[in-house]
Structures are given as C-alpha cells and as structure tokens.
C-alpha cells in the first residue's frame, strides 16, 4: 500500500517560503566512515515482484528500490548493515544527477534482518514565482511481499527523477549509510541557479555518494527514440561433477551461488547465479565468486574461454557497445571427508559397542585416484582423544582407508584392516557437497596369563596373593554364602570361624605337614576348602573347588572377571563362564556339575591362556 506525499502535510505544516525568512533546519546526521558497504540492492515492482532480470519497465513510475536478500536468497543473504540510507537515481555513468528532489526527501532505514523497512519524510525544495519554496515530502512505498515480507521488508518507489540520457533507457540507482554521505543533507538552496542537493559530480564523488560505501544496480524504461540494446553480462554456476573443468551434458546450473562484483565506477555489489549484470557503463567489471567451505573450483570461463588459471576472480572489459554480450562461468564441486576410528574391541565380537573406547594415537592411512587420474597420498594421520582423526577436502574419486598396526605389541584385529569408499560430490539448491565417509577399525591387545591349580590357591604363594575384597566378593556367591553339607573342615562364608563362633583350624602343607596359615582366619578356611576330601562323592564340591580357584585366577591373572579369554573355539567372558557354573552348581544336574568341574579344571590347569587385555602402549619406530 502506498503513502501518499500529501499525508506528510500534517506533520510539516503549511507550504513555507524561504524569500519570506524561513529557514528549514534537519536534523544533524553523524559523520565519518562505516567502511566498505556490505549486501546488495536491486530494483522491483511496488510489491516486490522482479521484472524479468533486466527486461524493461514499462515507466518511471514502476520502480521501486528493494534490498537485502533477494527472493531466491537465503534471509541472511547479502543483507544490508542496520542503519539509515540515502537513496540516489543517475545514469549509468553516475555523473548525471536525474533524481529531482531534496536528499532529506530520498532516506530509508534497514532493519536488523537487512531488509529495508522504513522510508522517511523530509523537506523538499521547488521554483516558485523567483522563490524557493519549501514542501513536506516522503517517496511511495509498497509491502514487499514477494521477498522476505514476514522481516518487514517494504519497497520504496524511486520516481520523482528526470529521463535518463542513455540510449538504451538505463538508469542507475545508489544507495550509501547517512553517516558516508558526502553532502550536506541540510543544505538550503536560495539562488535560483542551486542545485536542490548543493551537490555535483565530481571524480570518485558522485552527488555526495562515494562508490566504495555505495550500492547500486541497474535498470531500464521503455524509451522512445533510436533502439540501443545496453551490454550484458551473464554470470552462471555448474557442479562439475564429473572434477573435468567443463560443464559437460547433465551437469547442472547452480541458481543461488554468490558472486560479488566491482563496475567501472568503484561500486561493489553481490548476485546470485544465474545472474545478469547490466554493464551500460563501459570499462573493467570484477567478478569474484564465493568459495564456501567444502567446496571446490574447477573452472573458471570468461566469453567461453578458460582463464589460464583457474581463478575465483576475473575481469570482464566491456566497450559500451549497443547489444554487447559476455559471460562469465564459474565450476565447482564438493569436498568430502572420512572420519578413521579405532575402537578397543573389549568383546573381541568386531562391533562397537555404545561401551567401548577408541584409542590414542593409532596411525590411519588414506591414498586415492582421483576421478582426473591423479593419485592421492599416501597421507598419514593419527587418532586424537577420542581415538578418531578426520581426512577432510577429498576431491571425487575412489580411495582405500587403512590402519597401520605398531610392531610387535601385542595387538591383533577383530575386523577388516581396510575400507575402500568413494567420493562423490553432490548439489542441493546452492549447496555442494561431498560424500562424508565414517569407518572404524576393531582391535584387542593380547595378553597370556599362567593360571593357577586348586592346589597352588591352597598352598601359601597362592593365598599370599589374595586380598579382602577377593574373599568378600566370593562369599557372595551362592556356592559360598551359605553353609554347604559337603565342607568338613569348615563352613561357608569364608570368615575363619565355625557357625557356632569355634575357630576353622589351621591349614597344613600336605607334603610336610608344615603350618601354612593360622587357625581363625578365612585364609586357612579358603585353603581347607579347595584341599577337602570328596569323600562323599557330591559333585557339587568338585565344581565349588574348581570354581574358586578359576575365580582367583580371572581377579589375579586376567585383571577381573568381565575380561574375554580363548577358550580353544571363540572368545568367552570369564563373568559368564563363572555364571554357568554357579547355575549348574545350583541346578541338581550332577552331570552338568561334573562336566563344568572339568571344564574349569583344564582352564585352570592352563599355563598361556591367551585373554583380552587392557590397551598396551601405541609405538611406532
């Protein structure tokens, strides 16, 4: 919806006339300099609608300035800095000034989504009867509901300005921070032959607006006269999926890719593919394509021409001739990236497990073909903190990921060694990317342990070894923590003394009949209890001795009962095998009890059993 000039009357008063002694005074605007100006701006409808790239308006009247991200744009995209402008409409060259009012009248504010959301009223300056004569002003705008509507964004109609000089009907319109312009915004005419602004062209200052904190952009009315067809640029994007340097058959046009570029004038502005530029000022147009991480460039193509180079910027001279036309083709591809994990495989099963831990400083190696031909590597990495290293910015093409194993440690896979993957680079809307690649590598570190005999844990180096805890933790399995019929010498828990408070004896080698631990203390209960005679023929002790003694040994020579162990056929948890002996003990399957009996004696009886343990040191010579 628009607001028309005449509403503003109530904010200025009646019309004011500068030969009768007044003097209109606006506001002081602060100086100095806010640097280069970033975003873009580019000219629409009233409601924000593009009028086909460059195609014509059909009036003065219909254009209107819009800023910030564009309809395609991302609502970050090339947004404005936060802040209050002053607006221009010149030639293409800039020096014809064509905008017809006082700059107090052309001010707009960007909001903090940089999009233009304010247009401001002011005092304009016309010729009447000699005089100067001073009226309220504030240019038309309109809800820009094609582009980015829901951030505030509004257009503001550009008209009142003269016709342009051009031939090819081009006009260009600025916009600068209140804080870079040049001119004084609070300038009064009072000669007939001022200008309305105080200001003129003059080298690198145009009309008070200074190109290296300016944006402009370029657009056409229908004019009568001598057709002129003003210069072109065209400005496109491809995923050169294929990594050739050439926009082969299939391979897409990119349509939101940033590309800024610098006119003849100094003035930098930012598109998005596929673009056109409106080159009617002759001279040298840079272009510089942006190159977001992840990404690529292959190829870079001026006139259809490959730069000698390939180059994220490169410079178009353009004559100024009617019908002129020049492109500008960039191509890029997306980089990939493999995350390389080695994994401490506790359960030997080669799948990691949410529990399992990656290990330090394990050596990783990646080598490839790309997909030009060229080899890849071989680049060496090691796993950090978390037993993972990244190779990132792989190009397209096939490679092989390896782990290199330290010599002669004592490690040993549960896995492959190898991955071979490849790299493919793919495009979403604006986005390229490559393949992201996750492999991990399974491994154990192999101990061997000597187990111990029933009779060593009976005998006075084996009992000398256990602690405690050792004694409290067995006492809590049911073969022990209760009183069992078959146990003369003593009764279960292994505490040193009888149910009835009498002290267990003391224990005796049987070979000298030497004292090897003294009467009252759960170490000569635990020795008389593995020496006891069956006498009675009850398999359960058989098993309950076994069973003790393989329990000594999972604490003492494996590091705890939850480690794995070779059984002769797999890998097997000690915490289960203890498991399935206690529910045999418990079952009443005498066979079943005299089977597990065996089964532990001959893990006893083992002097290398080979078990998993915990990661030896990473060294590489």
Partial sequence: MKRNILTSLIMIGLLLVVSEGFTFTQPAVATGSSGPLSGAIFTTTENGDVV?????YEAKEDVYLDGGPGEQAPSRAAALPAGEYFFQVTDPSGQVLLSTDHISCRKVGVNDNGVIDTVFSGVNYEKSKGNWVATPCQHNSGIDIYDHDELGAITVQLYPYDDTPNPGGVYKVWITPVIDYQGDPNFVPTKMSDPVNGEDYSPGNFHGFIPHHSKTDNYK?????????????????????NFNGVQDEGEETVSGWTVDYTDPLDVSNTIFTSAMVDASVPGTYTFTEDQPAGTYQTASFVDGVATATVTATVDVFVAGESGETHTVLYGNVGLGDVTACKVYDADADGIVDASESGVVGWKMRLNGTLLDGTLFGPVDQFTGGDGCTTFGDLLPGDYRLEEIFPEDQGWTTTGATYSEFTIVSTLSGAVM?????????????????DFGTKGYWHNKNGLSELVLDDVLYVNSLLPYSAASSYFGAGDEPFDGYFADGTPVGAAFNNDDGSEIWGSGTWQAEVSNYLIDPNAGGDPREQLGQQLLAFIFNTIHRLGGTDVYFWDGIAWVNAGDIIQAAIDAWA?????????????????NNDDSIQFIGAPGPVIYT
């Avoid at 009315?221 to 999926?241: C, E, L, N, Q, S």
């Avoid at 005498?590 to 089964?599: C, D, F, G, I, N």
Wanted: charged share 20%.
């Fill in 52 to 56: 086909n790239e460059n195609v014509r």
């Fill in 221 to 241: 009315v229908d004019k009568k006269g001598k057709p002129f067809t003003p210069p072109m640029i065209t400005v496109d994007k491809f995923h050169d999926a």
């Fill in 587 to 603: 079952s009443g399957d005498s066979a079943a009890q005299v089977e597990t009996a065996q089964m532990l004696d001959g893990f």
């Fill in 433 to 449: 990317s490559g393949t992201s690649v996750s492999v991990s590598f399974t491994n154990v570190y192999i101990g061997t342990a």
